[in-house]
Nanobody, 117 residues
């Protein structure tokens, strides 16, 4: 019923840009908080961006000013625009959905982003 599918990952050079997509089904943006997370090998999953049901955005200090979270309601898709990429941005990126007022969370399968020269 609820499904999140990330895409758009790949290999990019430092300073480059990449846009990740999260195609959703069974998700109503107006009653869900959406987010992007990432996890590098040997590290905990890190929160990087949130898009609330009301359209407000928030970012971690590590990506603020470089990444932008957005959504296309008509296409049921959430995006993460990543600019000025650094080697330390290398990780598996996951999209997340949490219905407001409820504890249940849903995750996509992840998409690999590798930043290397």
């Amino acid at each position: 019923q609820v499904q999140l599918v990330e895409s758009g990952g790949g290999l990019v050079q430092p300073g480059g840009s990449l846009r990740l997509s999260c195609a959703t089904s069974g998700i109503i943006f107006s009653i869900n908080t959406m987010g992007w997370y990432r996890q590098a090998p040997g590290k905990q999953r890190e929160w990087i961006a949130t898009l609330t049901s009301r359209g407000a955005t928030d970012y971690s200090n590590s990506v603020k000013g470089r990444f932008t979270i957005s959504r296309d309601t008509a296409e049921n898709t959430m995006y993460l625009q990543m600019n000025s990429l650094k080697a330390e941005d290398t990780a598996v990126y996951y999209c997340n959905s949490r219905r407001v007022g409820q504890a249940d969370q849903y995750w996509g399968q992840g998409t690999q982003v590798t930043v290397s020269s």
